[in-house]
C-alpha cells in the first residue's frame, strides 16, 4: 500500500523555523489529501494542517495559522510542513498522513488512512 516517511525534526529555539518532509512511496495517488498531525507528549494527536490535491485547497488549526504552510509536490510525492516562528507549545512528535478519500480536508485522524513513524520537534524557550 502506502508507506510515508517523516524527517526535519529537531531541537530548535522558540522563535525559529523548521522544515518537515514527508516522502510518500507505494501507490499513492494525487488526489489524496495529504496531513500534518502532532502529538504532544501526554495529549491526544491533533490535526495541524492539510491539502488537497494540486495544493488547490488547503486548512490549518487555528493554532499555527499564519504560521506553518504546507505544501505538495505530487511528482516528488513529498508533502512539506515549512514551521515558523516556533514555540515550546508545537513541541510534539509530527506525523504525515494520507487520506484516500479526497476532499474535503478532514481534520480527524480517523479520516485517515495511512500514517508516517513520526518526527520529533522539540521547541525550547
Known amino acids: 500500500q502506502v508507506q510515508l516517511v517523516e524527517s526535519g525534526g529537531g531541537l530548535v529555539q522558540a522563535g525559529g523555523s523548521l522544515r518537515l518532509s514527508c516522502a510518500a512511496s507505494g501507490r499513492i495517488f494525487s488526489n489524496y489529501v495529504m496531513g500534518w498531525f502532532r502529538q504532544p507528549p501526554g495529549k491526544e494527536r491533533e490535526f495541524v494542517a492539510g491539502i488537497s490535491w494540486s495544493g488547490g485547497e488547503t486548512r490549518y488549526a487555528d493554532s499555527v495559522k499564519a504560521r506553518f504552510t504546507i505544501s505538495r509536490d505530487d511528482a516528488k510525492k513529498t508533502v512539506d510542513l515549512q514551521m515558523n516562528s516556533l514555540k515550546p507549545e508545537d513541541t510534539a512528535v509530527y506525523y504525515c498522513?494520507?487520506?484516500?478519500?479526497?476532499?474535503?480536508?478532514?481534520?480527524?485522524?480517523?479520516?485517515?488512512?495511512?500514517w508516517g513513524q513520526g518526527t520529533q520537534v522539540t521547541v525550547s524557550s
Open positions: 498522513a494520507a487520506d484516500a478519500q479526497g476532499v474535503p480536508i478532514m481534520t480527524q485522524r480517523r479520516s485517515y488512512d495511512y
